[in-house]
């Protein structure tokens, strides 16, 4: 199961990864719940550049106008939409299992912007 986290700081909410594609909304839901606003997402931060990881990303920042941060070498893959790097399955069946119910490597999605690559310190 994937999770997102919300942080608050004092510029407004970060966001860790924007999930799934067409899942903004349970993003936004979300923070609703938190007693918040999707306007006040300032910052949407990802961990790397695959499909639950930045699916949802173009759609939460159309609405929030949130910058965007992402380590250099995903941004590519995150500015085109994909395609995706091929994944390397862990030994044993579940590994293999794993990767062929979560990788889509040939998936596309709404390709994003990022504000600021993401840098050591």
């Known amino acids: 199961?994937?999770?997102?986290?919300?942080?608050?700081?004092?510029?407004?909410?970060?966001?860790?990864?924007?999930?799934?594609?067409?899942?903004?909304?349970?993003v936004f839901?979300?923070?609703?719940?938190l007693s918040r606003s999707p306007d006040q997402?300032?910052?949407?931060?990802?961990t790397h550049s695959r499909l639950d990881h930045i699916g949802s990303a173009a759609?939460?920042?159309?609405?929030?106008?949130?910058?965007?941060?992402?380590h250099p070498l995903d941004i590519?893959?995150?500015?085109s939409g994909g395609p995706f790097?091929?994944?390397t399955p862990a030994p044993g069946l579940l590994?293999?299992?794993?990767?062929?119910?979560?990788?889509?490597?040939n998936e596309r999605v709404n390709p994003i912007a990022i504000d600021q690559p993401l840098t050591a310190g």
């Open 59 to 70: 759609a939460i920042v159309r609405v929030t106008g949130a910058r965007t941060h992402m």
């Open 1 to 26: 199961m994937f999770r997102q986290f919300v942080i608050e700081g004092d510029d407004g909410l970060t966001l860790i990864d924007a999930g799934y594609p067409d899942k903004q909304a349970a």
């Open 76 to 79: 590519p893959i995150a500015e």
């Open 85 to 87: 790097r091929p994944l």
């Open 29 to 33: 839901g979300a923070i609703r719940r």
């Open 41 to 46: 997402l300032k910052h949407l931060i990802f």
């Open 95 to 105: 590994g293999r299992m794993t990767c062929k119910v979560f990788f889509h490597p």
